[in-house]
């Protein structure tokens, strides 16, 4: 899930202190979501981590003994799978039907030599719906302590079960249909024959490397946006999240430029996400993709019609 941990950390400044009952959150970005809802419709957990940390778990240095015992926690919590090393994490992305599938967990505190204080368990779904667990108890682990089982067992004690998995409590992501089908953009490229923009057609996605697999194959059509100066990229197939897709759903928008075959672009993820610091260019072959920022992008589509 493409989240950005900065805002979660801006809003767990938010939560009020005090020792919490099981499934009832202190901080919920959310108030019409109940978390036992919503918890009970994840299936899989991915445990967030900023970058340092997250290379010291691939490496398992540092910090990463605390966050393979956050595993094993959310494991008997209820997780049929819980992702936090990279691998796992790509894993995770490859193989799920929808975002919603999973959570992203986020735990951590006021980490001393033999305490820990402050200890904060946040969820966050797959529309950026918060959920965040906190106690204002310091936690003392001495000399002759089971670390690992104690450990576990205060996680427990702010945060102790899942639940029995529901499907039909699984949320889902927006959706932003169109009237567009794949026999309607047939149909309109063969009576537009000859009066066509260049851009318009349909595209298929060519992954680039093993590591984009997860992106999917998809194929899109462009065409001419009937109601403003623009281009519409309609999603017909391919995502690997296939639930969260529907053919006919808009993938972008391509908005006219100065230059020729050069558009500024609306580009709604896989995750629904909308990233607009985004460009196309046309080539003789198809056109490219890309952006720049914290989580950049670099698409390559190939024309195959008309």
Do not use: H
């Amino acid at each position: 899930m493409k989240r950005t941990l900065f805002t979660i950390i801006a809003m767990l400044a938010l939560i009020v202190s005090g020792n919490c009952q099981n499934q009832k959150p202190n901080f919920s970005s959310n108030p019409t979501l109940s978390f036992d809802k919503y918890i009970s419709g994840v299936k899989y957990a991915e445990i967030g981590l900023n970058a340092l940390n997250q290379e010291q778990v691939d490496n398992q240095t540092g910090i990463a003994g605390f966050y393979y015992l956050a595993k094993d926690y959310l494991q008997q919590m209820g997780f049929e799978y819980v992702a936090l090393t990279s691998s796992e994490k790509t894993k995770l992305n490859i193989e799920i039907k929808s975002y919603c599938e999973y959570t992203q967990v986020l735990i951590g505190g006021d980490i001393d030599k033999n305490s820990i204080s402050n200890m904060t368990i946040s969820f966050v779904s797959c529309k950026g719906d918060i959920f965040s667990f906190t106690s204002d108890k310091k936690y003392n682990y001495g000399k002759f302590t089971n670390v690992e089982n104690k450990l576990i067992k205060d996680w427990q004690g702010i945060v102790k079960s899942k639940g029995t998995y529901n499907p039909s409590n699984q949320i889902r992501l927006p959706s932003n249909p169109t009237f567009w089908t794949i026999e309607k953009l047939e149909n309109y490229f063969i009576e537009n024959k000859g009066r066509l923009a260049p851009v318009e057609g349909f595209y298929e996605r060519v992954r680039l490397s093993f590591e984009d697999i997860a992106g999917g194959k998809y194929t899109i059509g462009v065409v001419k946006n009937p109601e403003d100066d623009n281009y519409l990229v309609i999603y017909l197939s391919g995502a690997k999240n296939s639930t969260d897709w529907k053919s006919g759903e808009i993938k972008a928008i391509l908005k006219n430029t100065a230059t020729k075959g050069f558009y500024s672009v609306y580009w709604i993820s896989r995750d629904k996400s909308l990233y607009e610091d985004v460009y196309c260019n046309l080539d003789a072959f198809g056109f490219n993709i890309y952006s720049s920022g914290v989580f950049p992008i670099s698409y390559k589509f190939i024309k195959i019609s008309p």
